[in-house]
């Protein structure tokens, strides 16, 4: 196989039910000049056997084999056996639409500025309705506070060598926001193609969600690591978490002026009286 100008990189741990969707989806891409690496990290369901039938049928499928170490350590061991100039994420439960790599190929080979394609993204799966991410990408300042972009992408090799692969800590719970600061850091851009070419799978329990419930812990790690960057921009840090603090207040008073909060007080006004005075007595 001669050298491929796109790797992709398709971790999997145990969802080998998913993994022939996804696979099938870089398969069906426009773009032909490709590898594609599984990465089976540590699966203790049938992926060894769905990800070895792959690499009968087409020669660009490749096959590693790992210990679990986490989604982040599946990429960046991927990524270091990667042949392209230019690396692919997918994860094994979600799948790209068929000319994504083509389109996203176009725009980075056309302007050295941009380290990151990416595009806007639906949910499907779970009987979730066409809910469509809208995402603007883009600098590092829109990356300084939160994710401006989805989490699978296709960037520079060059890009994820200079900031030295992906965050494999497990506190680093959004791995794909932080390797986008740091790599918006160095000065390159990330670009965001406005069309529905990302199609995420919704669990009843996803991954989306869990990162959700550990959302404090994951930003104070982000801050707290790149610590000296967000010193430097001491300013906008604090009118962000001044923001934040007033945003809440206005939430708060949203809350309170609603219908449905006034009739649940005056319904529990009553029994929290009746609660003080038995105290009281005892």
């Known amino acids: 196989m001669n050298q491929p100008i796109v790797s992709v990189i ?16 870089i398969l069906e891409q426009t773009f032909l000049d490709w590898e ?5 990290d540590g699966s203790t369901d049938n992926t060894d056997e769905v990800a070895k039938k792959w690499l009968t049928k087409d020669e660009r499928f490749l096959y590693i084999s790992k210990k679990n170490e986490g989604v982040s350590s599946a990429r960046n061991h991927g990524i270091e056996k990667a042949r392209g100039a ?11 639409h068929a000319t994504f790599i083509e389109k996203a190929v176009a725009i980075v080979t056309k302007n050295k500025q941009i380290g990151i394609v990416n595009s806007w993204g639906v949910f499907f799966g ?11 990408g883009d600098s590092f300042f829109d990356f300084l506070f939160r994710n ?24 680093n719970g959004y791995e794909d926001w932080e390797f986008y600061l740091r790599v918006t850091n160095l000065g ?30 994951s930003k104070k790690y982000i801050f707290t690591k790149n610590k000296d960057l967000y010193i430097k921009h001491y300013d906008d840090l604090i009118d962000y978490f001044l923001k934040a ?28 009286f009746i609660r003080k005075l038995f105290l009281k007595k005892i």
Request: aromatic fraction near 14%; include cysteine; hydrophobic fraction near 35%.
């Open 126 to 136: 779970n009987n979730k309705k066409d809910v469509i991410f809208e995402t603007k």
């Open 36 to 40: 594609c690496i599984i990465v089976n």
């Open 245 to 272: 603090l007033e945003n809440e207040k206005k939430e708060t008073i949203k809350m309170k002026n609603r219908k449905e909060f006034k009739i649940g007080t005056f319904i529990l006004k009553p029994i929290r």
């Open 86 to 96: 230019y690396i692919v994420t997918l994860d094994a439960d979600d799948k790209y």
């Open 188 to 217: 390159w851009k990330v670009y965001v193609i406005e069309e529905v070419l990302f199609y995420y799978r919704q669990h009843n329990i996803s991954r989306r969600i869990e990162m959700s419930k550990q959302d404090f812990t």
């Open 148 to 171: 401006a972009a989805i989490g699978t992408a296709l960037f520079r090799k060059e890009c994820w060598e200079k900031v030295g692969g992906y965050d494999t800590n497990p506190e």
């Open 10 to 25: 398709v971790p999997c741990y145990n969802y080998g039910s998913f993994l022939d969707e996804a696979l099938q989806s």
